[in-house]
């Protein structure tokens, strides 16, 4: 309960008006229940399909939607993370942009694009006939395993910083196994829900994007930090929802 309710102080704008050990088991516990909050945060967005909107105006809702509750966290780190990566700047320079509070030019370009082609492959999704509403659930759960195994799998990029401070508490071996155990369980909803093909084929594109997401997070910043482990969320839930709709078409 202490893991879920941590997931839910640092990762959601819920009140948890408590103080809550941060110890080993907890922190591991909290990276080891992630999926599962984002699985909550994709139940609440179901809802809106309750609503007679049309699929443009659903798809922003439901991306809207999912910035509010995480509190902006994640697109943060995306806005950060595009700053220091397309500054083309060494890489103490890159952590110096990432540290930054302000938000620079190429960060505003960034987000636009990303908020923008989002909310118009997620209407699309929505418009195809063979939609079913899982996979707003499951797409969140699944960008939030790969956080974890991000995580788990990655050295930290800096000695100091949250993320940094997780990392040293977590245990990554046990997080690691948990998440594979999600991924699996994920991957077995999908065909058992949906279609069998849809599901191997997210379980190819998801293994895909975290080697390669991880390959090029050590050739340009050397480790990991918050706002990488941020921007490979909404990073990753595009690539599904644009997976998706290549195979729903």
């Known amino acids: 309960m202490n893991s879920l ?13 408590k103080n809550l050990p941060m110890e080993r088991r907890s922190i591991t516990g909290m990276y080891s229940m992630f999926p599962f909050l984002g699985a909550l945060l994709g139940a609440v967005a179901c809802l809106l ?7 443009l105006m659903t798809g922003f809702s439901i991306v809207l939607l999912g910035i509010l509750l995480s509190g902006g966290l994640h697109m943060d780190g995306f806005i950060d993370t595009s700053d220091a990566f397309f500054s083309y700047k060494d890489r103490l320079k890159r952590f110096d942009i990432l ?35 899982i996979f707003i659930l ?16 990655t050295n930290s990029a800096k000695t100091s910083g949250l993320a940094y401070f997780f990392k040293q508490k977590m245990n990554g071996n046990v ?23 849809i599901a191997v084929t997210f379980a190819v594109v998801l293994f895909g994007f975290i080697c390669l997401f991880r390959g090029w997070i050590l050739r340009n910043f050397g480790g ?10 909404e990073v990753s839930e595009v690539v599904l929802w644009l997976t998706l709709l290549l195979l729903l078409s």
Not at 142 to 149: E, G, H
Request: net charge negative; glycine share 6%; charged share 10%.
């Open 99 to 133: 540290d930054d509070p302000r938000v620079g030019a190429f960060g505003v370009m960034a987000v636009v694009l990303l908020i923008v082609g989002k909310v118009i492959i997620v209407s699309e999704v929505l418009a195809v006939e063979s939609f079913q509403w």
């Open 138 to 153: 499951l797409i969140p759960y699944f960008s939030r395993i790969t956080l974890a195994t991000l995580f788990s799998l």
């Open 224 to 233: 990991v930090t918050g706002d990488l482990l941020g921007a490979s969320v």
């Open 49 to 55: 399909l309750y609503f007679n909107w049309s699929p």
């Open 175 to 197: 997080v690691l196994i948990v998440a594979a155990c999600h991924f699996l369980i994920g991957v077995a909803v999908v065909g058992w829900q949906t279609d069998w093909l």
């Open 5 to 17: 309710l941590l997931a839910l102080q640092f990762f959601t704008i819920i009140p948890v008006h």
